[in-house]
């Protein structure tokens, strides 16, 4: 007998979880449960935390998001565990860190044994669908994903991956037919996300609806011509942490950046209209956050990088509307392996233990902040320069602590530093919050079973062959997917099973 996967072990358990659920109930005569809530989640691609106007950003029109941040909670201080796509994506989808997954370069394929997001809810009874760029499956970035690797996501519309944004590809249910969205392809991707909605709107089955846009990574050249026409680069002001030599450049690309996200901006307000318009605001968590942010020109780091420590690359916006919930700033810091835990807990859903990351749903109820250590990393960082290299840090409500293979790297006090432009790392003055910060790293990494060495020992160790750019090659016909899978010879990390309480 084979043993059971991951993903069939987690189906099988959430639905035996909902089924004693309902018949206790039954049992004890009590009247039914109330609706699960529909969930919303919009994902953006490297739209950076301070890039809308409730962030404070002077230039950027993002008056849809503004509206909604007063309604939701604002996440002030959440980071993305790897700042670059597919390894947040895979430790989105499973709660899990990359250096239990192995899914810290791009391009790489999730497992299958990985049980995931969309399998979790479809077990417990949800409608799951998915539209836009999906960058987990590592058969190549324009290759067809059949049904049996969308890691449970029914309806489908979507493209490993694609930044061709006016004339961008996907493929929808068995078909491996290429098709094209119409124009710009974040509208019509908006357009068919709000049909999906209004079916859903005569169903009682609740739903999860998963929007991962493709901007506003770069190119940013190719934004409608008309939100470009918004930001002329010569009024645009840029923060004084970007450096003479990068001005010009930064100044150029946050045309099309800014662009990008006011369209996305839009698209926003579209789907919050329909929710709204059919009623299903009323059941439905709505989510808006981005995998990663970018850098454009900050801290002498050329503009569409990310994969670096500082908070233009790794913190994310997160705004989470509740059905009946009111606006409020949460200081309490969040990094993307607490994302699934928290929306199965505000769904009342069992969480599986394989989740590494932290359920902060009791706090939201409570309406509560913790200063807890968001751990986020660079594993192995594909673009190998002085400001890109291995890393591990935390966030909390007020600092960020960076640690390099060489020890201690960078201590910002984000509150009185906002453009993290004075590290007190190496000041004797501070010398006890570095220890304070470190103990807080070190048990979070302990946790997960990180014992921080080189990138390339985690590539060896995961099996990889990576390509010239230092990564996973994507851009061949005959590209061989690359699933991680540790090396017999190396030891396995081995995570408590004990979850640490949220205040560590």
């Given at each position: 007998?084979?043993?059971?996967?991951?993903?069939?072990?987690?189906?099988?358990?959430?639905?035996?979880?909902?089924?004693?659920?309902?018949?206790?109930?039954?049992?004890?005569?009590?009247?039914?449960?109330?609706?699960?809530?529909?969930?919303?989640?919009?994902?953006?691609?490297?739209?950076?935390?301070?890039?809308?106007?409730?962030?404070?950003?002077?230039?950027?029109?993002?008056?849809?998001?503004?509206?909604?941040?007063?309604?939701?909670?604002?996440?002030?201080?959440?980071?993305?565990?790897?700042?670059?796509?597919?390894?947040?994506?895979?430790?989105?989808?499973?709660?899990?860190?990359?250096?239990?997954?192995?899914?810290?370069?791009?391009?790489?394929?999730?497992?299958?044994?990985?049980?995931?997001?969309?399998?979790?809810?479809?077990?417990?009874g949800y409608a799951t669908?998915?539209?836009?760029?999906?960058?987990?499956?590592?058969?190549?970035?324009?290759?067809?994903?059949?049904?049996?690797?969308?890691?449970?996501?029914?309806?489908?519309?979507?493209?490993?991956?694609?930044?061709?944004?006016?004339?961008?590809?996907?493929?929808?249910?068995?078909?491996?037919?290429?098709?094209?969205?119409?124009?710009?392809?974040?509208?019509?991707?908006?357009?068919?996300?709000?049909?999906?909605?209004?079916?859903?709107?005569?169903?009682?089955?609740?739903?999860?609806?998963?929007?991962?846009?493709?901007?506003?990574?770069?190119?940013?050249?190719?934004?409608?011509?008309?939100?470009?026409?918004?930001?002329?680069?010569?009024?645009?002001?840029?923060?004084?942490?970007v450096s003479a030599a990068?001005?010009?450049?930064?100044?150029?690309?946050?045309?099309?950046?800014?662009?990008?996200?006011?369209?996305?901006?839009?698209?926003?307000?579209?789907?919050?209209?329909?929710?709204?318009?059919?009623?299903?605001?009323?059941?439905?968590?709505?989510?808006?956050?981005?995998?990663?942010?970018?850098?454009?020109?900050?801290?002498?780091?050329?503009?569409?990088?990310?994969?670096?420590?500082?908070?233009?690359?790794?913190?994310?916006?997160?705004?989470?509307?509740?059905?009946?919930?009111?606006?409020?700033?949460?200081?309490?810091?969040?990094?993307?392996?607490?994302?699934?835990?928290?929306?199965?807990?505000?769904?009342?859903?069992?969480?599986?233990?394989?989740?590494?990351?932290?359920?902060?749903?009791?706090?939201?109820?409570?309406?509560?902040?913790?200063?807890?250590?968001?751990?986020?990393?660079?594993?192995?960082?594909?673009?190998?320069?002085?400001?890109?290299?291995?890393?591990?840090?935390?966030?909390?409500?007020?600092?960020?602590?960076?640690?390099?293979?060489?020890?201690?790297?960078?201590?910002?006090?984000?509150?009185?530093?906002?453009?993290?432009?004075?590290?007190?790392?190496?000041?004797?003055?501070?010398?006890?919050?570095?220890?304070?910060?470190e103990a807080r790293l070190?048990?979070?990494?302990?946790?997960?079973?990180?014992?921080?060495?080189?990138?390339?020992?985690?590539?060896?160790?995961?099996?990889?062959?990576?390509?010239?750019?230092?990564?996973?090659?994507?851009?061949?016909?005959?590209?061989?997917?690359?699933?991680?899978?540790?090396?017999?010879?190396?030891?396995?990390?081995?995570?408590?099973?004990?979850?640490?309480?949220?205040?560590?």
């Amino acid at each position: 007998m084979q043993p059971m996967k991951k993903r069939n072990f987690g189906r099988a358990a959430g639905l035996f979880a909902v089924c004693a659920a309902m018949g206790s109930a039954a049992v004890g005569g009590a009247s039914a449960p109330p609706a699960k809530p529909n969930i919303v989640y919009v994902l953006a691609d490297q739209w950076r935390a301070s890039a809308t106007g409730y962030a404070g950003d002077p230039n950027v029109k993002t008056p849809n998001l503004d509206k909604l941040a007063k309604e939701a909670l604002n996440f002030r201080n959440t980071v993305s565990v790897c700042a670059v796509c597919t390894p947040h994506r895979a430790a989105l989808m499973t709660g899990r860190y990359p250096t239990s997954t192995g899914m810290f370069l791009n391009d790489a394929h999730l497992p299958d044994e990985e049980l995931c997001m969309a399998e979790i809810f479809q077990a417990a009874g949800y409608a799951t669908a998915y539209i836009g760029k999906w960058h987990l499956d590592g058969h190549g970035r324009s290759s067809y994903i059949p049904p049996e690797r969308r890691q449970g996501w029914e309806y489908w519309k979507g493209a490993e991956c694609d930044h061709n944004y006016n004339h961008s590809h996907y493929y929808t249910g068995s078909s491996d037919v290429k098709q094209f969205w119409d124009g710009y392809d974040a509208f019509a991707q908006t357009k068919d996300a709000q049909q999906y909605l209004r079916q859903r709107a005569r169903s009682r089955q609740p739903f999860i609806l998963f929007m991962a846009y493709g901007t506003p990574h770069f190119p940013h050249a190719t934004a409608p011509a008309e939100f470009k026409a918004l930001y002329p680069p010569e009024q645009i002001k840029l923060p004084p942490n970007v450096s003479a030599a990068q001005q010009q450049k930064a100044r150029q690309e946050a045309q099309g950046y800014y662009a990008h996200c006011t369209a996305l901006d839009r698209c926003v307000g579209d789907l919050l209209a329909t929710l709204a318009e059919t009623g299903l605001a009323a059941n439905t968590i709505f989510v808006f956050t981005s995998d990663h942010g970018e850098m454009l020109g900050t801290h002498g780091v050329p503009p569409t990088t990310k994969q670096v420590a500082w908070s233009e690359a790794a913190q994310v916006p997160f705004l989470l509307r509740l059905p009946a919930g009111s606006g409020r700033v949460v200081q309490t810091p969040l990094t993307t392996p607490d994302i699934l835990p928290t929306l199965l807990g505000l769904a009342g859903l069992a969480i599986p233990q394989v989740i590494e990351g932290e359920d902060l749903s009791p706090l939201i109820r409570a309406g509560r902040d913790a200063d807890r250590a968001a751990l986020y990393m660079g594993v192995a960082p594909f673009v190998r320069a002085e400001f890109a290299k291995e890393y591990r840090a935390i966030r909390t409500s007020r600092y960020t602590y960076v640690r390099g293979l060489e020890g201690p790297w960078m201590l910002f006090d984000d509150e009185k530093d906002p453009y993290q432009m004075n590290n007190l790392a190496g000041q004797p003055e501070h010398a006890a919050l570095v220890r304070e910060l470190e103990a807080r790293l070190q048990n979070q990494l302990k946790r997960i079973g990180d014992t921080f060495r080189p990138g390339p020992e985690y590539i060896r160790e995961w099996g990889y062959e990576i390509g010239a750019h230092g990564s996973v090659p994507y851009n061949k016909p005959d590209v061989k997917p690359q699933t991680p899978k540790r090396n017999p010879q190396a030891k396995p990390a081995s995570p408590e099973t004990a979850k640490p309480p949220v205040n560590q």
